[in-house]
């Protein structure tokens, strides 16, 4: 018995955890932006929302995450969007882009960010979530 409720619960659990990126890729239909790394354990302990424009600083960032594979970004056509959420107490948190709406000369990317609720089961630990997009344009970036 106990082997079955840990069983409900691992797969409640993962399917929780994917269907953020399901929702991130199913409004991406356009192909105006990509995830290109997300984790829960970025080690990052500030929360920040950034753009990075440049390979330089591309590097440098992953670098202070403390991670060897850095992905590869035409820094001439694309840019990259960091939505960091910082040291967090417990599992059951997320944040991953929404939507991206191109306002001529501007982009406008709307967030998502996953909170635990009262009552949920999370696991506790903690974590440090981190989703990075590739967006593809070089307008300016405004993140709501």
Same mark, same amino acid.
Not at 81 to 88: A, T
Not at 113 to 126: H, I, S
């Given at each position: 018995? =106990?082997?079955?409720?840990?069983? @409900? @619960?691992? @797969?409640?659990?993962? +399917?929780? #955890?994917? *269907?953020?990126?399901?929702? +991130? /890729?199913?409004?991406?239909?356009? #192909?105006?932006?990509? !995830? $290109?790394?997300?984790? %829960?354990?970025?080690?990052?302990?500030? =929360?920040?929302?950034?753009?990075?424009? *440049?390979?330089?600083?591309?590097?440098?960032?992953? %670098?202070?995450?403390? /991670?060897?594979?850095?992905?590869?970004?035409?820094?001439?056509?694309?840019? !990259?969007?960091?939505? *960091?959420? #910082?040291?967090?107490?417990? #599992?059951?948190?997320?944040?991953?882009? /929404?939507?991206?709406?191109?306002?001529?000369? &501007?982009?406008?990317?709307?967030?998502? /960010? !996953?909170?635990?609720?009262?009552?949920?089961?999370?696991?506790? +630990?903690?974590?440090?979530?981190?989703? $990075? !997009? &590739? $967006?593809?344009? =070089?307008?300016? $970036?405004?993140? =709501?």
């Amino acid at each position: 018995m =106990k082997k079955t409720v840990c069983y @409900l @619960l691992f @797969l409640s659990l993962m +399917a929780c #955890g994917s *269907n953020s990126l399901k929702n +991130a /890729e199913a409004k991406n239909s356009s #192909g105006n932006f990509e !995830v $290109i790394y997300r984790s %829960i354990y970025s080690g990052l302990p500030q =929360k920040t929302y950034r753009v990075i424009r *440049n390979n330089e600083d591309f590097r440098a960032f992953f %670098i202070s995450m403390k /991670e060897d594979k850095v992905p590869e970004v035409n820094f001439e056509t694309s840019n !990259v969007l960091i939505l *960091n959420m #910082g040291r967090k107490n417990t #599992g059951g948190y997320d944040v991953f882009p /929404e939507k991206m709406i191109d306002d001529g000369n &501007k982009v406008i990317m709307i967030i998502k /960010e !996953v909170f635990p609720q009262k009552g949920d089961m999370v696991t506790t +630990a903690l974590t440090s979530p981190i989703c $990075i !997009v &590739k $967006i593809n344009s =070089k307008k300016e $970036i405004i993140i =709501k």
